[in-house]
T-cell receptor, first 113, second 116 residues
Framework: AQSVTQLDSQVPVFEEAPVELRCNYS??????LFWYVQYPNQGLQLLLK??????LVKGINGFEAEFNKSQTSFHLRKPSVHISDTAEYFC???????????FGTGTRLQVTL | GAVVSQHPSRVICKSGTSVKIECRSL??????MFWYRQFPKKSLMLMAT?????????EQGVEKDKFLINHASLTLSTLTVTSAHPEDSSFYIC????????????FGPGTRLTVL
């Protein structure tokens, strides 16, 4: 069975500063990896995904993530955040079985002036 | 494209009543729909996987008689919370997978259920 760990429950950061949200996974088989963003009282929106190929994945809103198989990580990064990036971010893994996703516990990104 | 809607967005009901939540894929046919439950400040917990025309597959620990799922068409799945109790209060989110779109789930906006 797979699992996803997001060690940081909250990440405070000033506007225009860079940010990294950490995600580690465990799985005995090949995985597909995703980052989703959730704004208050809304569903999830896909930021980016890794299925295969280049390990550096670029997504929407200026976010990118790098798949590191040896470290079983898929950290999310943005070089300069905006106030509007304040939201909950979820990392998820899928092993290809019936497209079922396993989510991490989420990281609250709080951007302030 | 690939929009998923949920109705209602918010519902308050009395303990003991049943509540139905609809999940629709508006502009595509979904092979599979998923139902999640999210507790405050917590992650999403998969409740069940729903395929059109067949019985839903429930995750371990989810009561199938309490959370009835019907997937009547390729664009509609419903979740009925039967005999609701306050502990069923939660944020329920559905998602749908798109034919020809490998591995991506499109999420609905969620339904906030409050049981008094």
């Amino acid at each position: 069975a797979q699992s996803v760990t997001q060690l940081d429950s909250q990440v405070p950061v000033f506007e225009e500063a860079p940010v990294e949200l950490r995600c580690n996974y465990s799985s005995s088989v090949s995985v597909y990896l995703f980052w989703y963003v959730q704004y208050p009282n809304q569903g999830l929106q896909l930021l980016l995904k890794y299925l295969s190929g280049s390990t550096l994945v670029k997504g929407i809103n200026g976010f990118e993530a790098e798949f590191n198989k040896s470290q079983t990580s898929f950290h999310l990064r943005k070089p300069s955040v905006h106030i509007s990036d304040t939201a909950e971010y979820f990392c998820a893994v899928e092993t290809g079985t019936a497209s079922k996703l396993t989510f991490g516990t989420g990281t609250r990104l709080q951007v302030t002036l | 494209g690939a929009v998923v809607s949920q109705h209602p967005s918010r519902v308050i009901c009395k303990s003991g009543t049943s509540v139905k939540i609809e999940c629709r894929s508006l502009d595509f046919q979904a092979t599979t729909m998923f139902w999640y439950r999210q507790f405050p400040k917590k992650s999403l917990m998969l409740m069940a996987t729903s395929n059109e025309g067949s019985k839903a597959t429930y995750e371990q620990g989810v009561e199938k008689d309490k959370f009835l799922i019907n997937h009547a068409s390729l664009t509609l799945s419903t979740l009925t919370v039967t005999s609701a109790h306050p502990e069923d209060s939660s944020f329920y989110i559905c998602s749908a997978t798109l034919l020809r779109s490998h591995n991506e789930q499109f999420f609905g906006p969620g339904t906030r259920l409050t049981v008094l």
